[in-house]
């Protein structure tokens, strides 16, 4: 995917604001992963630049994920960090592989209740986990939004209460500041009208302030360097170097660092195409990303990880949904978060110093309200309960275990609800070989699933330019509402593109399609 300009400054100022949100997550993860610092800051570069580059994706971001976290602390604390590094160039290569198989197309087979579900618990997560930090508790490790044990005498809840016991005056004024500046810049016409200036620049630098204003006229409240943003500064070259490791040569023969590789490239696999499928459903103009090509990208991108000491990457939710919240339009805005990365901890790491958690804690809680928004809620009920209840099931299943166990518990109650409405008929449609300016047939089988949207994705997005397709449904009994969503994103986005007529013919009134169509025929 060529790179475009078209957007330039709309691009630049959402990367500015994801790098504000990716930079305490990068130091956090590679922190709480027993990993150097420095080690996130490479990754979150590289997820950046290089993978922002190669990906397919115009809203993706990559960096340090938190999903990783269990699996890297073992790795470091049994195999030594040199060795491990040999792991994440091995779970890199192991990427690179599967996206040339073109074994990426499993993401198109995760339905919408569980992505909305995996959204919506994820946005809960991030509320539950940076309240604490609003209100001066950073205790946790910033980005840690998969560790839980309900077990524990402090338990989901208990910790969250608990962490008040800590509250800082200071950093609850910061926090309620920037959230009210956010939400201004939201709500208020003319503010709203700004779009060179984000809300969320405009809170940051409010935070920074306000703890300046507090050194001078209330020194009770400041808050100290330990809630504060923490980069690593290098005072010469050789100090700025030496904070590289290469992998252990021996590591590539170690079998232990195989396994580890594998596990790795496996875990991160999965929740990049889960993310990417998100990021998908998230972007305004529903563009579809090349799972393959994705899968490709982050095998190159964390191959160069590996090598020059950093910790491994995945598609990240978090910076995704800041990315689009921001703004973003192409993946101009992604790479624009790298080299900003990469200029911070060259240029101007003393002044990001200055940053407090609070204000990064309150850009995370309003996009965490936007990704758990009750009209998503609604939405799902009013699609009937063979959305809701995977939904709601995959919501519940995220919060309290993690993100991979969680998608699993809810794919196993769609797949029951499908299975049980879609056991009569295979799915078929017929595809040849057509040119520019033909008129193509599709016929849909009496019952589509879920399980033929990737087939049909690909057809679709295969279509010639100038070309008119007729989507017959006039056998059709039962069309998954994934399927129909997808052909009413193809309507009025991806057929445009192409200059495509669409022609529907014996689709039922329930699934409302003509409400999707704009100049288009139905029938």
Known sequence: MKLSTKYFKADMLAGMVVFLVALPLCLGIAVASGAPPFAGIISGVIGGIAVGYLSNSNVSVSGPAAGLIAIILV?????????????????GLI????????????????????????????????????????????????????????????????????????????????????????????KIPALKKLKAVPGALVAVVAGILLNELFSVAWPDIIIKDEHLVLLPV??????????????????????????????????????????????????????????????????????????????????????????????????????????????????????LNKIPMASLAAILIMIGLKLASIKTFKHMWHNGLQQFIPFIVTVIAVVFTDLLKGVGIGLVVSIYFILKGNMKLAYFFRKEQHHTGETIHIELAQEVS????????????????????????????????????????????????????????????????????NNHVTN
């Open 75 to 91: 790795a470091v604390t049994e195999m030594g960090y040199q060795t491990f590094l040999s792991a994440v160039v091995i779970a």
């Open 95 to 186: 990427q690179l592989v599967l996206g040339l198989a073109k074994a990426g197309g499993i993401s198109s087979y995760f339905p919408t209740s569980v992505i909305e579900g995996m959204l919506v618990a994820i946005g809960i997560i991030i509320i539950k986990k940076e309240i604490p930090h609003a209100i001066g508790y950073d205790l946790d490790h910033q980005g840690d939004y998969f560790y839980y044990n309900i077990l524990d005498d402090k338990n989901y809840f208990s910790d969250l209460i608990h962490s008040f016991n800590f509250a800082h005056a200071g950093s609850i004024i910061i926090a309620i500041v920037s959230i009210a500046i956010i939400v201004a810049f939201n």
């Open 234 to 351: 290098a005072t010469s070259l050789n100090e700025f170097t030496s904070q590289f490791t290469a992998p252990s040569l021996q590591g590539f023969m170690n079998m232990k660092a195989w396994m580890v590789g594998i596990t790795i490239a496996i875990v991160a696999s999965i929740e990049t195409l889960l993310c990417l499928e998100a990021g998908d459903k998230m972007d305004p103009f529903k563009r579809f990303s090349s799972a393959n090509k994705e899968l490709t990208a982050q095998g190159i991108g964390n191959m160069l990880s590996g090598l020059l000491g950093g910790i491994p990457m995945t598609s990240v939710i978090v910076r995704t949904s800041a990315n689009i919240n921001a703004g973003a339009k192409t993946k101009l805005a992604a790479i624009a978060h790298g080299v900003f990365l990469l200029v911070a901890i060259l240029a101007i790491p003393g002044l």
């Open 450 to 517: 879920f399980l033929n949207k990737a087939a049909i994705k690909q057809t679709l997005a295969h279509l010639p330019e100038n070309c008119s397709v007729i989507i017959n449904a006039a056998n059709t009994v039962y069309i998954d509402y994934d399927v129909l969503e997808m052909i009413k994103d193809f309507m009025n986005f991806g057929s445009k593109d192409k200059n495509i007529s669409v022609i529907l013919k014996d689709f039922k009134e329930e699934y409302k399609m003509q409400d999707y169509v």
